[in-house]
C-alpha cells in the first residue's frame, strides 16, 4: 500500500459519457475526464462545477468510483441528498463540467512483495518511506495545473486487505479493490447499508474476485444486521500485518475503529467534512486530531487518514 | 473617465496595450488584482492550483499573535450564491508566519500583504512590532472586522473610537502602508472608515463579511459549529458595492474593494464604485485558477473601451 498524493491537479472539462440509477436512490454517472483519470488514485477525490453561475455556489466533492486510465473515464456516484445531487440527477450525456482533481491524498497499491522504496526517490525512516519534497516555488507556478507535491506515508508491503463499506461510502473503495486484485492482493469486501434496496452494485468487486460478504439492517439483502458485526467476525483472524480501509457514516467508522484498535489491526478511513474549496484555501474541512489540540483537513491531510490520528467523535460503542 | 492619466515614460502604453498597474499607497502593484485574506492561505497551497505571479498584489491569511487551531467543525455552508465561514483564524502565529512563510511566498516576486488580526491593543502593537522587524512585507491589513472569533476583532470594526485605536496600536510600530479592513456590520461605515485613517491607515480596504446563520432542518441545529459565521461571495457583492461607493468618497486614501468578485465586470463595477484595486474573496475558492483570466478580461474591457489605465475608472459612477 502506498499512500500520498500522486502530483497534480487539474481543472479538465469533463464531458457526462452516460447516467444511469442504480439501486435505490443512487446514481452513476461515467464522465470523460482523460488528464483526472490518468493521474488519479483510489480514494482521491474531485470537486465538481455544476454550472457557471453563482448559484449554486460551491464545487461539490466525490470521490471517484471508477478509474480508467486507459479509456480516460472516471465513474461519481451518489444519493440525492441535496440541491446539488439533485441537479446532477438531471445530467445528460454530452453535458460538460469543471471537474478539479485529483485532490487529496489516495492510496497506491504495490504488489505484496515489492519494495515500498523501489519507486521513485523516497527517504525511508522507520517503516514508512517519504517522498521527497521539492518546493522550490520557481518550477511550482504554471498557467492551469501544477504539480503538488508528493506528500505523506508510503506504506511497506502487506497481507490481507479488508475493505468496510457503508452505504455510498463503498463507491470510493471500488477502484481499491480493483487496484489491489490486480496487483494479486487477497481482499475482502464487507458491505452494508439499511436495505437491499439502498446496496450499490458491487458485483464488479465480486468478479475481480474479492471475497464479498453483504449485510443489510432489515435482512433484505446478506445477513441481517450491522456491517461491523459481519466485519467483526473475519477481522479476529487477521494477522498484525493486514491492512484495514473504512468508508461510511461515521458510527459505522467508530465502530471499526474500536474493533481494529483492539485487534491490533491498522486501519485507514475515509473520512467527509463540509467543504468549500478541496484545495487546502479554506481551511473548513476540519477533523480533530485524536492525540493533540488542533485540526486535520479533510481535503490535504485527508481524504484517507490513518484511524488512530484522527477523533471520530463519541468514540464508545 | 478622463484621458489625462500620465503615460509612463517606456511609452509603452497606448489603447491597445492598456497599462494595468498602480501604485497603491506605495505598493508597486502590475494590476489590480489581490487575492484577499483567508482564501489564499500563505500561498502553500495555492500553488497547487493556480498562478500566483497573476496577481497585482496577494494578502496572506488572518494571522495572529499566537497560532490558533480555528472553530469547531463544521466550519463552512454554502448558502444562496455565496457561503457562510466561521474558521476561527486558523493560523501557526506571527512568528512562524514572518520567519517561514513570507520568505517562502517572496520568491514568487509579488507583493504580499499581512493580515493581522488582535484581541487587544496591545496585541495589535505586538504584531505591527513582529512584521516591522520582518522582511519581505509590502502591507498590513488591520483585521478590525472578522466576526468569527469571541474575543476577535468584532467590537473594533463596529465603534470608530476602537477602530481609531487598534489602527494607531498598528500604525506606532509599523511606519509601511497600512491597510484597515472594514466590517459591513458597523452602523456607521463612513465614520469607521475616518477613524481609521485618523488612526494612521493610509489605505482602507471592503467588506469584510456579513454576520449570518444558517440552520440544518434536520437535525434541528445551526450547521456551523460556532453557530454564526460570515456571508461572502456573489450575494454580498451589492453591500460591498455600497460600502465601497459610499467610503472612496468620504476618504482620500486608496481603497481595496471586495465581496463577491468572480470576474472581470465585478472588476470594473468596483473600480467605478471607487476601488483602486479590488480582491478576490471566496471566488478563488470555486475557480482557483480564475485570476490570470480576470486579469486578461480587465486588459480586454480597457482595450474595448478605450481606457489607457484602469485606474481611470476610479469612482467614475460618484455622484
Known amino acids: ?317 | 473617465m478622463s484621458a489625462e492619466r500620465p503615460v509612463r515614460s517606456d511609452g509603452g502604453v497606448s489603447m491597445n496595450h492598456p497599462d494595468l498597474s498602480l501604485s497603491f499607497a506605495g505598493i508597486k502593484m502590475k494590476n489590480p488584482l489581490v487575492a484577499a485574506s483567508g482564501v489564499f492561505g500563505y500561498g502553500e497551497e495555492y500553488v497547487n492550483v493556480g498562478d500566483i505571479t497573476a496577481f497585482g498584489a496577494v494578502t496572506v491569511k488572518g494571522t495572529t499573535l499566537h497560532p490558533r487551531v480555528g472553530n469547531c467543525p463544521p466550519r463552512v455552508c454554502e448558502t444562496p450564491s455565496g457561503m457562510l465561514n466561521s474558521i476561527g483564524l486558523e493560523n501557526p502565529g506571527a512568528e512562524i508566519v514572518a520567519r517561514e512563510k513570507i520568505p517562502w511566498l517572496r520568491n514568487f516576486g509579488v507583493p504580499i500583504i499581512v493580515n493581522i488580526s488582535g484581541d487587544t491593543y496591545d496585541e495589535f502593537s505586538a504584531l505591527g512590532a513582529i512584521f516591522a522587524g520582518a522582511e519581505g512585507v509590502d502591507a498590513l491589513e488591520v483585521n478590525v472586522s472578522c466576526p468569527n472569533v469571541a474575543a476577535g476583532g468584532m467590537a473594533f470594526g463596529i465603534d470608530p473610537r476602537s477602530c481609531y485605536r487598534a489602527a494607531r496600536a498598528v500604525s506606532r510600530e509599523w511606519s509601511g502602508p497600512l491597510i484597515v479592513k472594514l466590517t459591513p456590520n458597523a452602523p456607521d461605515i463612513v465614520g469607521t472608515a475616518r477613524a481609521a485613517v485618523e488612526g494612521g491607515a493610509t489605505a482602507i480596504s471592503l467588506i469584510n463579511t456579513l454576520v449570518g446563520v444558517a440552520i440544518d432542518i434536520k437535525s434541528r441545529r445551526p450547521v456551523l459549529g460556532n453557530v454564526t459565521g460570515g456571508l461572502c461571495g456573489p450575494a454580498i457583492k451589492p453591500v460591498a458595492i455600497r460600502c465601497v461607493y459610499q467610503v472612496s468618497q468620504a476618504v482620500d486614501v486608496p481603497i481595496i474593494g471586495m465581496g463577491g468578485v468572480t470576474c472581470h465586470r465585478d472588476v470594473v463595477e468596483f473600480m467605478m464604485a471607487g476601488a483602486n484595486a479590488v480582491a478576490m474573496g471566496s471566488g478563488l475558492l470555486v475557480d482557483p485558477a480564475s485570476p490570470s483570466r480576470i486579469v486578461q478580461g480587465l486588459e480586454r474591457y480597457c482595450r474595448e473601451e478605450g481606457v489607457a489605465n484602469p485606474q481611470e475608472l476610479v469612482g467614475a459612477a460618484w455622484r
Not at chain 1, 479509456?71 to 446532477?88: F, L
Not at chain 1, 440527477?89 to 522504496?117: H, K, R, Y
Not at chain 1, 489491489?180 to 475482502?188: C, E, I, L, N, P
Not at chain 1, 494477522?239 to 468508508?247: E, G, N, Y
Open chain 1, 1 to 317: 500500500m502506498e499512500i500520498g498524493m500522486s502530483g497534480k491537479a487539474v481543472d479538465e472539462r469533463a464531458q457526462v459519457l452516460s447516467i444511469e440509477a442504480g439501486n435505490g436512490r443512487s446514481i452513476r454517472a461515467l464522465l470523460s475526464a482523460p488528464q483526472i483519470a490518468s493521474m488519479a488514485r483510489p480514494m482521491q477525490f474531485v470537486m465538481v462545477r455544476l454550472g457557471n453561475g453563482s448559484d449554486p455556489f460551491l464545487r461539490r466533492p466525490f470521490g471517484l468510483s471508477l478509474i480508467n486510465a486507459s479509456s480516460g473515464i472516471i465513474g461519481v456516484t451518489w444519493e440525492v441528498v441535496g440541491r446539488g445531487t439533485e441537479m446532477m440527477s438531471n445530467w445528460e450525456p454530452g453535458q460538460e463540467f469543471s471537474v478539479l482533481g485529483p485532490l487529496g491524498n489516495g492510496i497506491g497499491v504495490l504488489s505484496p512483495t515489492a519494495d515500498a522504496c523501489s519507486e521513485g526517490s523516497k527517504r525511508v525512516t522507520g517503516r514508512y518511506a517519504y517522498a521527497d519534497i521539492n518546493d522550490d516555488p520557481k518550477d511550482a507556478s504554471s498557467k492551469n495545473w501544477n504539480r503538488v507535491s508528493p506528500r505523506g506515508p508510503y506504506l511497506a508491503r502487506r497481507g490481507h486487505l479488508f475493505l468496510i463499506a457503508g452505504g455510498t461510502g463503498l463507491a470510493p473503495l471500488l477502484p481499491l479493490a480493483a487496484e489491489a486484485r490486480s496487483k494479486g492482493w487477497q481482499v475482502s469486501l464487507f458491505y452494508g447499508a439499511r436495505s437491499s434496496e439502498s446496496l450499490l452494485d458491487c458485483s464488479g468487486a465480486e468478479a475481480l474476485g474479492c471475497d464479498v460478504r453483504l449485510a443489510t439492517d432489515d435482512g433484505t439483502a446478506g445477513s441481517r444486521g450491522f456491517v461491523t458485526d459481519l466485519a467483526s467476525l473475519s477481522l479476529e483472524g487477521a494477522q498484525k500485518s493486514d491492512l484495514a480501509v473504512a468508508c461510511g457514516p461515521a458510527p459505522m467508522l467508530r465502530v471499526v475503529k474500536s474493533l481494529c484498535s483492539r485487534l491490533g489491526v491498522e486501519l485507514w478511513v475515509s473520512l467527509e467534512e463540509r467543504m468549500a474549496c478541496g484545495t487546502g484555501l479554506c481551511k473548513g474541512c476540519a477533523v480533530k486530531k485524536a492525540d493533540s489540540e488542533g485540526y486535520y483537513h479533510v481535503c490535504t491531510d485527508g481524504p484517507v487518514f490513518r484511524a488512530r490520528d484522527v477523533d471520530l467523535g463519541g468514540e464508545t460503542r
